[in-house]
């Protein structure tokens, strides 16, 4: 039997598991740019938008992995 789902159900929604994944890799994302910027951290970076989209493609990678299993 294959335990991993396929579409993740939210209400009547079916939804792909990795849409859910990047949307809470999104959400991750903008919460580690908030603390960046509000303690004057991201002046050290020279592309911070670049910084964001990394950010969120390695939150949605680690929430993919361990978190849904996609």
Known sequence: ????PHEIALGEV??????VAG???VIAA???VHLLNRY???????S???????LTAIYTVIIG??????
């Open 23 to 25: 949307a809470l890799g």
């Open 48 to 54: 911070p938008p670049l910084v964001f989209f990394a």
């Open 30 to 32: 903008i919460g580690t």
């Open 14 to 19: 079916l939804m792909p598991p990795l849409l």
């Open 1 to 4: 039997m294959n335990l991993i």
């Open 65 to 70: 992995t361990f978190f849904i299993r996609i």
């Open 40 to 46: 004057r951290l991201s002046r050290h970076f020279a």
